[in-house]
């Protein structure tokens, strides 16, 4: 079977297969789904990215087709106030549609707000932006890669010109002689990658890993520091200082492809490496060891994920690594440069075609006249009809129900609830809402919220594009159809437009622009296929242009990368070897200094909370806590805390714990573990109710991408 074949959507066959992806992180590990008996199971596949090689998450993937707990009809909320009941598609559609349309002849167009998500597909998240800004006209829309991606994603628009992930195939890892991961956990959060890792130092490699516990990750590392949260920008001009001081700069590419060098140099004079230790813990001798084992490799290749990432100051951070990584002359050279490891499934495509505020297909931004121009053409509506930049996803969510923010918001494919910093602030505002619609395959903790749920499709039921952390555009494909009563997201968005174009009533009987009662809408903009080729002429001249990308190229490969404009040319597997996406062709240096995180320990929040995520668990936890074996393995929330802390507080392994912020609390079972700091205490943010972690972080965002400060934040820990 060939990765463009589709005998699994042929009827009459048995046992039915497709070659997919996996639904979960931004590896996008290759898989063979197999129907036989109306069993589903996952088979091997091998695909570059993982070579065969599935997580548990993806093993049981399929469990989740025929969950007892899947929606399979429209639900809705007795306007008395009371609980959701099943509804059909009519009745949910006109509801919603009458909620819509009262909210915005009262309160203005963008009374309306729209949050997305990091697991749609390239033509949901296209569709997604096309429907705020055309059938809603409403500048607010954003989504939960803003919580994910945003901050490196800043850091290499303002570097290099241009945000991929990996500027590089993954293969690059094995292959350096020096891999510095910041803030990065693949052993739990994409286990598949470490097979990369395994190689890299297999050749000899030296793997070093900068994280404040020592997980599974850092326990593989030649070396681990260990530093305070919230000081890697600290280490970053450190090591920089100490890259210049034993001349390990690569002055002639400096010169060549870069420019403001100089300011930089200038500031990290003053980040002497004892300054360095003193702030963040890490000793001076691993700081000089890490310099020297990348100044000195021929290949090295500096990592950053949402350790480093999810800061008040997260951009200045990243930027700190990428100054790094361009002065020892990296970035564009096979074998080595700057990456950042992508978190969600779409992460990348998905915030490249629209779903961000600020954004239009292709990379483009909003502000941007001609870029307004081209895709208000491909759209067929007056540059001037579509509204302007929309505020960032905290921002958002935070003025929801308030005066003078959005009264009305759709979620698609995301559980603020759940993900959100100051969590119960959040819930709070999705109450206040006149109406909150949630289109989703389980009911989470936000669809139990809602005005109107939606059901459906999942990964495993619709064909669309994704677009891994490599910038390589995969095919998903159907293994099969939605179950009856269920749709897919583009069907959804089509009905839901159809309804709302002016003089169509939102119980319309069927009219050539309004479908029947209770079939969904057909036509091109339910049509993956036809969305995905729309999506490539607004791409067409963008930062990240799919234009020359079709599925049939697709098929024809394990992937094709952007930037690709044209069918007859090459795509692009590695960026920068001979210029940057820059006006000039010359990457950027940017001085950045370290200053202290937003909230700082005090005597009544002594201790320095983080969060993260646990390797059988995967992002709020709607899907895998739904999953026998991955519950099995991961069952319960709980906080980690290092044994002389607990005895300090009295409280044995297995104790109920509070952890109490400024902003609220969770409570879960302690932990002990001696790989965390004494002064630091971490718990996994997949859990909702008492143990929701995301009650207790910071809501103080990045001035630049937006990013909330969830990494650290000052707490207590009693025992409860």
């Not at 994409?190 to 404040?212: A, H, N």
């Not at 583009?490 to 119980?507: F, V």
């Not at 319960?636 to 507080?649: G, M, S």
């Amino acid at each position: 079977m060939t990765d463009g074949a589709r005998p699994a959507t042929r009827p009459g066959r048995s046992p039915r297969e497709a070659a997919t992806h996996c639904p979960y992180c931004a590896l996008q590990c290759g898989m063979v789904l197999r129907e036989e008996g109306g069993r589903v199971t996952v088979l091997p596949r091998e695909f570059p990215t993982n070579r065969g090689g599935l997580c548990q998450k993806g093993w049981t993937a399929a469990e989740l087709l025929d969950h007892p707990e899947r929606l399979t009809t429209p639900l809705v909320r007795d306007r008395a106030g009371g609980g959701l009941r099943p509804a059909s598609w009519s009745v949910a559609l006109a509801r919603i549609v009458a909620g819509l349309r009262a909210v915005q002849d009262g309160h203005g167009r963008d009374a309306v707000a729209v949050f997305g998500g990091g697991g749609l597909t390239n033509e949901k998240a296209y569709a997604l932006g096309r429907f705020a800004r055309v059938a809603l006209g409403t500048r607010h829309i954003d989504y939960n890669g803003r919580f994910c991606m945003s901050s490196a994603a800043a850091a290499g628009l303002r570097a290099f010109g241009v945000d991929r992930g990996l500027p590089f195939p993954l293969a690059d890892l094995g292959r350096a002689d020096t891999l510095l991961l910041v803030g990065a956990n693949p052993a739990e959060t994409m286990p598949p990658l470490v097979r990369w890792l395994t190689e890299q130092r297999r050749r000899g490699g030296r793997l070093i890993v900068v994280d404040p516990r020592a997980t599974a990750t850092a326990r593989q590392a030649d070396l681990h520091l260990q530093p305070l949260p919230g000081t890697d920008l600290a280490v970053a001009n450190a090591l920089l200082h100490i890259a210049l001081t034993e001349g390990w700069v690569d002055r002639a590419y400096v010169a060549e492809r870069t420019s403001g060098f100089d300011a930089v140099r200038r500031t990290v004079a003053g980040w002497w490496p004892a300054r360095a230790e003193q702030l963040s813990g890490v000793p001076v001798a691993d700081l000089e060891a890490t310099a020297r084992a990348l100044g000195t490799a021929e290949r090295a290749v500096i990592l950053t994920a949402r350790g480093a990432e999810q800061h008040a100051k997260g951009v200045d951070t990243v930027t700190a690594f990428v100054n790094l990584a361009l002065a020892l002359g990296l970035p564009g050279r096979a074998g080595s440069g700057y990456g950042c490891l992508t978190g969600q499934g779409n992460g990348q495509g998905g915030r490249e075609h629209g779903q961000k505020a600020d954004q239009l297909p292709g990379y483009r931004r909003i502000d941007d006249p001609a870029a307004r121009a081209h895709v208000a053409e491909v759209w067929g509506v007056p540059a001037d009809a579509l509204p302007g930049p929309g505020v960032p996803a905290y921002q958002l969510l935070d003025a929801l129900g308030t005066p003078g923010g959005p009264r009305a918001l759709l979620v698609f494919g995301s559980n603020p609830v759940v993900s959100a910093p100051r969590a119960a602030r959040i819930e709070r505002r999705l109450r206040d809402l006149d109406l909150l619609v949630v289109a989703d395959l389980l009911l989470s903790e936000t669809a139990a919220l809602a005005d109107v749920v939606l059901p459906t499709a999942q990964w495993a039921e619709e064909d669309g594009t994704m677009t891994n952390l490599e910038g390589r555009v995969l095919r998903r494909r159907a293994l099969r159809p939605p179950p009856a009563g269920v749709r897919t997201d583009l069907a959804i968005l089509a009905d839901l437009t159809a309804r709302l174009r002016p003089g169509t009533a939102p119980d319309a009987e069927p009219t050539p622009d309004a479908p029947p009662a209770d079939e969904p809408a057909g036509g091109d903009e339910a049509d993956p296929r036809r969305v995905f080729a729309e999506l490539r002429r607004a791409s067409a001249g963008g930062v990240a242009d799919y234009a020359g990308i079709t599925w049939e190229r697709i098929d024809a490969a394990d992937g094709v990368f952007w930037p690709c404009p044209a069918e007859d040319g090459p795509d692009s597997p590695r960026l920068f070897a001979d210029r940057f996406a820059t006006p000039d062709g010359r990457a950027r240096f940017h001085p950045v200094e370290h200053r202290p995180a937003a909230e700082e320990v005090s005597p009544d929040y002594p201790l320095h909370f983080t969060t993260g995520r646990v390797l059988a668990q995967y992002q709020s936890g709607t899907q895998t806590r739904r999953v026998a074996a991955l519950r099995r393995a991961a069952p319960d929330a709980f906080v980690e805390l290092h044994p002389d802390l607990a005895a300090r507080l009295g409280v044995a392994d297995g104790d109920p714990v509070r952890v109490v912020s400024r902003r609220g609390e969770l409570r879960a079972p302690a932990r002990l573990s001696p790989t965390i700091r004494p002064d630091t205490v971490f718990a996994p943010f997949h859990w909702g109710g008492p143990a929701r972690a995301n009650s207790v972080t910071n809501d103080a965002v990045d001035p630049i991408s937006g990013m909330p400060e969830f990494k650290i934040c000052a707490v207590r820990v009693e025992k409860a």
